[in-house]
């Protein structure tokens, strides 16, 4: 038996009165693009059932209200033509923990989400038909290294060096990595192609891997487990970066004409690059972005949020158009593996996920990287996926009323 909620209007007003100014904002900055969320009606949803164990939905819920709590409740949060205050939608996971708690049938959770939720679609890829996305995936590899310098472990990961300064930009309010030329000015910091070719970030090696297009994937990834020569294996993550811009090394070879698009996966990028040694470098410093990294403690990743990645729940979103802050649901499609460990055929995707992370490549409302976790079907999962798909977010449409 589900619950039911009594609607607390009060703790709109406040967030209600900041949205004309909110709105004004948005338009002014992207002048008439469309709407980065719909609101749905009913009868244009999808059915909210979810092709994953409850379990981990439940654990990533719990990490997701957990961030939550560290919030101001009244800070508002637009969606579409609406603006909540955090308070609201920490309520609205609360209330689907609840749900979950109580173990409902797929038939059951999805009348109980349609009944008490509120749902929103992203507005999906320009010259696409409204609210198509393309559902990417990321994951954590798990690589040999180590942490002495003798071949064939030669390529090295690095800890921020101290010519990295970041400061904060006045009108935007970003921070922004920098270093300082001879005369004592702030200017960019060097680019990837700069950093390696004159090992610009010397003394602060955490770990030497044995092959660069590891190396360079585990930049792209932001976060892996390496196993050292001692047998022991640790956790590294994503620290900071250079600052500058993400280049798709992928992109590159399909404007080359070396692969098509269809063919552009990180399988098939990789191989390219072992077969042409001669052109590998300069492929890989075409991305001028440099990851620097840190040792963490073992267990999940963690997501630009702070919280721990939930492998199959978390995503990473572009958190200047889309709200990170809610419940969401993927509607995609995922690989199903043969006995050789290979992609035999794709599936439907369905499942309830949480926007718990970025990445420099997931810009726009039209892009989402769904993190696969660890292990060869993470792996070629998240090497393989460039799938059309659709994302939603949800927040519960009543309340209980704190009063009673």
């Given at each position: 038996?589900?619950?039911?909620?009594?609607?607390?209007p009060?703790?709109?007003?406040c967030?209600?009165k900041l949205y004309?100014?909110?709105?004004?904002?948005?338009?002014?900055?992207?002048?008439?693009?469309?709407?980065?969320?719909?609101?749905?009606?009913?009868?244009?949803?999808?059915?909210?059932?979810?092709?994953l164990e409850l379990k981990?939905?439940l654990?990533?819920?719990?990490r997701?209200?957990?961030?939550l709590n560290?919030?101001?409740?009244?800070t508002?949060v637009?969606?579409?033509?609406?603006?909540?205050?955090?308070?609201?939608?920490?309520?609205s996971?609360e209330?689907?923990?609840d749900?979950?708690?109580?173990?409902?049938?797929?038939?059951e959770?999805?009348?109980i989400?349609l009944?008490?939720?509120?749902?929103?679609?992203?507005?999906g890829?320009?010259?696409?038909?409204?609210?198509e996305?393309?559902?990417?995936?990321?994951?954590?590899?798990?690589?040999?290294?180590?942490?002495?310098?003798?071949?064939?472990?030669?390529?090295?990961l690095y800890?921020p060096?101290?010519s990295?300064?970041?400061?904060?930009?006045?009108?935007?309010?970003k921070?922004?990595?920098?270093?300082r030329?001879?005369?004592?000015?702030?200017?960019?910091?060097?680019?990837?192609r700069?950093?390696?070719?004159n090992?610009l970030?010397?003394?602060?090696e955490?770990?030497?891997?044995?092959?660069?297009?590891?190396?360079f994937?585990l930049?792209?990834?932001?976060?892996?487990?390496?196993q050292?020569?001692?047998?022991s294996?640790r956790?590294?993550?994503?620290?900071?970066?250079?600052?500058l811009?993400?280049?798709?090394?992928?992109?590159?070879?399909?404007?080359?004409?070396?692969?098509?698009?269809?063919?552009?996966?990180i399988p098939?990028i990789r191989?390219?690059?072992?077969?042409?040694p001669?052109?590998?470098?300069?492929?890989?410093?075409?991305?001028?972005k440099?990851i620097f990294?840190?040792?963490e403690?073992?267990?999940?990743?963690?997501?630009s949020?702070?919280?721990?990645?939930?492998?199959g729940?978390?995503?990473?979103?572009?958190?200047?158009?889309?709200?990170?802050?809610t419940?969401?649901f993927l509607?995609?499609?995922?690989?199903?593996?043969?006995?050789?460990?290979?992609?035999?055929?794709w599936v439907?995707?369905?499942?309830?996920?949480?926007?718990q992370?970025?990445g420099?490549?997931?810009?726009?409302?039209g892009?989402?990287d769904?993190?696969?976790?660890?292990?060869n079907?993470?792996k070629?999962?998240?090497?393989?996926m460039?799938?059309?798909?659709?994302?939603?977010?949800?927040?519960?449409?009543?309340?209980?009323d704190?009063?009673?």
């Amino acid at each position: 038996m589900h619950q039911t909620y009594k609607r607390n209007p009060s703790a709109l007003i406040c967030a209600k009165k900041l949205y004309p100014l909110l709105l004004l904002i948005f338009l002014l900055l992207h002048g008439c693009a469309k709407a980065p969320l719909d609101r749905m009606e009913t009868d244009t949803l999808p059915q909210f059932t979810d092709d994953l164990e409850l379990k981990g939905l439940l654990t990533g819920a719990v990490r997701h209200l957990h961030y939550l709590n560290k919030i101001p409740p009244e800070t508002p949060v637009t969606l579409g033509s609406d603006t909540y205050p955090v308070s609201w939608l920490r309520e609205s996971m609360e209330s689907f923990i609840d749900i979950l708690k109580q173990e409902p049938s797929p038939a059951e959770l999805n009348r109980i989400v349609l009944e008490n939720f509120t749902v929103y679609r992203a507005g999906g890829r320009k010259n696409l038909p409204r609210g198509e996305m393309l559902i990417t995936g990321y994951y954590e590899p798990f690589l040999q290294g180590s942490l002495e310098k003798k071949a064939p472990f030669l390529f090295p990961l690095y800890g921020p060096p101290d010519s990295l300064i970041q400061v904060r930009d006045p009108k935007s309010g970003k921070i922004l990595c920098k270093r300082r030329d001879a005369t004592g000015k702030l200017v960019p910091y060097w680019t990837r192609r700069e950093i390696e070719k004159n090992n610009l970030a010397a003394g602060n090696e955490l770990v030497y891997l044995n092959d660069p297009v590891d190396n360079f994937i585990l930049h792209v990834q932001g976060s892996g487990k390496i196993q050292l020569q001692d047998g022991s294996i640790r956790s590294i993550h994503y620290s900071t970066s250079n600052g500058l811009e993400y280049f798709s090394i992928g992109k590159l070879l399909v404007d080359q004409g070396k692969m098509t698009l269809q063919e552009a996966s990180i399988p098939s990028i990789r191989d390219y690059l072992r077969t042409h040694p001669d052109e590998q470098e300069a492929i890989l410093h075409h991305n001028s972005k440099f990851i620097f990294f840190r040792w963490e403690q073992s267990g999940d990743p963690i997501g630009s949020l702070g919280e721990p990645l939930t492998p199959g729940r978390s995503i990473a979103i572009d958190r200047a158009m889309l709200p990170h802050a809610t419940l969401a649901f993927l509607v995609s499609r995922k690989p199903v593996l043969n006995d050789a460990g290979e992609i035999d055929t794709w599936v439907p995707l369905h499942r309830f996920v949480f926007p718990q992370d970025t990445g420099s490549a997931i810009q726009g409302t039209g892009r989402a990287d769904l993190f696969w976790g660890s292990g060869n079907y993470a792996k070629q999962a998240a090497g393989n996926m460039k799938e059309a798909g659709a994302l939603y977010f949800l927040v519960k449409n009543k309340f209980e009323d704190q009063e009673n």
